[in-house]
């Protein structure tokens, strides 16, 4: 541990490298599987209700687990959760590179969630407990920056590994998992723990209630907010009529979620899963919200833009992934920025948040049916300058307060409002995309006098393929639809700029954290 005045050791900076790297690994699995669904989908001859458990069990999963886990980081020691997820992630990792079919791929990302709950909060108790004062500006740094990077970077690694197969994009995880356990063991001071006991029952209540609200802000597009618009098929049940899953999932997440705040606050002075007490630390309270409203801004735009690069500008995976690359670039020079900066955590994010909003406008000014890749490149660095300040001080800021007995606690409640805001930001924002593509396509089919019907059904067919079907369109109605996807990029990247506005003016109201 060291103190305020002291210089880390390079042994803790090399510990944090780790960490970071771990870190690195599970936001990755996030993003990566959006690019090799495809070939996954070919190999294993999978429905499409398969694919898309493939891609978003994990995240539910993930969301789900980050109370409970932060709250066994406290208990067992920080350092130590994070090497057992590891091991999770790792041998799930494998369990998905050799499975034979899309059951076992699929029960395989469910169990990666577990693993990756578990590294992130105690990633975040980890950087927090070792490094101080300047030096965990720094270290918080280098741990965002390497979020935002991993973001940019997951659909380029997944666009180059399915040129040799899927399955080396899970397969990759299993070394990376080994050399990250040594560097820990040998870097990181073993983690303080304490005693008490976990309240299972709230944490069932937890678990369910996270859970079921990631579900609905995941899936709320695909089934339907309020009816169902897409059966939802489970084994042998369809729900096919009636009120939508969604509504019903939001309407249980609200009444979990209720019972597991009464819970802990009725035993707050005995061995809560949630001390609801931190809420009264105003940087704790104020800088989840800020939290929240950042997530529902910042990563977004990652969800459609290799979208529109594959489909309207007719780039290959690969290239898409490597479009993306000046976000990773921006992320890290704002790293290396950091740290001869004497702005306060707080004032980097504000910073930070500027950049991202300035960086989104852009985007949208230049998004049009043919913009060059320099000019995507020059929005999307500008925006991974503002997530490499915002994305690590904001938790800066939020953790600068807690009490070092509670860090896991802590950890685990800003990672859940990051990861729910992430995912209410990624709902709307396809929601908007996928609205003004089709709104856009229809008007310039009616423009283009197409018959309502034809029109009507063209629409729907690439909206249902997400554009996919663009490239072997006639050229009339490629061109609309290419210019239609502009457009829906021009309006979320707005968006997006809005909603970080919006985090920056809330940042008015946090005090600067003492220990920041």
């Known amino acids: 541990m060291s103190t305020e005045t002291e210089t880390p050791p390079l042994r803790l900076w090399l510990g944090l490298i780790a960490v970071s790297l771990g870190v690195a690994l599970i936001v990755v699995d996030l993003t990566i599987v959006n690019v090799i669904v495809a070939p996954i989908v070919d190999d294993l001859a999978i429905t499409s209700i398969q694919a898309q458990w493939i891609q978003e069990s994990y995240a539910i999963v993930f969301a789900a687990l980050l109370l409970l886990t932060g709250r066994l980081s406290d208990l067992y020691g920080a350092r130590r959760l994070f090497l057992i997820g590891l091991v999770v992630f790792g041998v799930t990792s494998l369990l998905a590179a050799l499975a034979p079919s899309g059951g076992l791929l699929i029960l395989a990302r469910f169990l990666q969630g577990i693993g990756g709950a578990m590294i992130l909060p105690t990633s975040l108790a980890l950087v927090n407990s070792a490094f101080t004062g300047k030096a965990r500006g720094q270290a918080f740094a280098i741990w965002g920056s390497t979020i935002g990077a991993a973001a940019a970077v997951g659909p380029l690694l997944g666009g180059w590994l399915a040129d040799f197969s899927w399955r080396w994009a899970f397969g990759i995880n299993i070394p990376m998992v080994a050399l990250i356990m040594v560097a ?25 209630g996270l859970g079921l609200l990631a579900f609905a802000l995941i899936e709320g597009r695909h089934y339907g907010w309020l009816v169902v618009t897409e059966p939802l098929s489970i084994g042998g049940f369809a729900w096919r009529s009636g009120p939508s899953p969604v509504l019903v999932a939001l309407a249980g997440a609200v009444l979990a979620l209720g019972m597991f705040w009464r819970r802990q606050a009725r035993i707050a002075d005995g061995h809560p899963l949630l001390d609801v007490r931190l809420f009264t630390i105003d940087s704790f309270r104020k800088g989840n919200v800020v939290t929240l409203l950042v997530g529902l801004g910042e990563f977004g735009i990652i969800a459609v833009l290799p979208l529109w690069m594959q489909f309207a500008l ?161 050229a009339d109605a490629a061109e609309a639809a290419r210019a239609a996807m502009a457009a829906g990029i021009e309006v979320s990247s707005y968006l997006c700029a809005g909603l970080l506005v919006l985090a920056l003016a809330a940042t008015a109201f946090v005090e600067p954290a003492r220990k920041a």
């Open 184 to 208: 820990v063991l040998c870097y990181l001071p073993v983690s303080p723990s304490s005693v008490g006991e976990v309240d299972w029952r709230g944490a069932a209540q937890s678990a369910l």
């Open 314 to 474: 007719d780039y290959t995976a690969l290239q898409a992934g490597l479009a993306l690359v000046p976000l990773a670039v921006g992320s890290f020079a704002a790293s290396g920025a950091s740290f001869a900066m004497t702005v306060s955590a707080l004032g980097q994010v504000r910073i930070g948040l500027l950049l991202e909003a300035a960086g989104l406008a852009l985007l949208g000014l230049f998004a049009v049916a043919d913009a060059s890749w320099w000019s995507i490149a020059v929005a999307l660095f500008v925006y991974g300058i503002g997530v490499g300040f915002a994305t690590a001080q904001v938790t800066n800021v939020v953790l600068a307060d807690v009490p070092a007995e509670s860090a896991g606690q802590g950890s685990g409640i800003q990672s859940a409002a990051r990861e729910l805001g992430s995912a209410l930001g990624i709902a709307v924002l396809t929601t908007v995309f996928f609205s003004t593509l089709g709104s856009g396509l229809r008007d310039r089919l009616a423009d283009a006098n197409m018959p309502e019907a034809e029109a009507d059904q063209l629409t729907s067919t690439v909206t249902g393929s997400a554009g996919s079907v663009i490239p072997a369109l006639p």
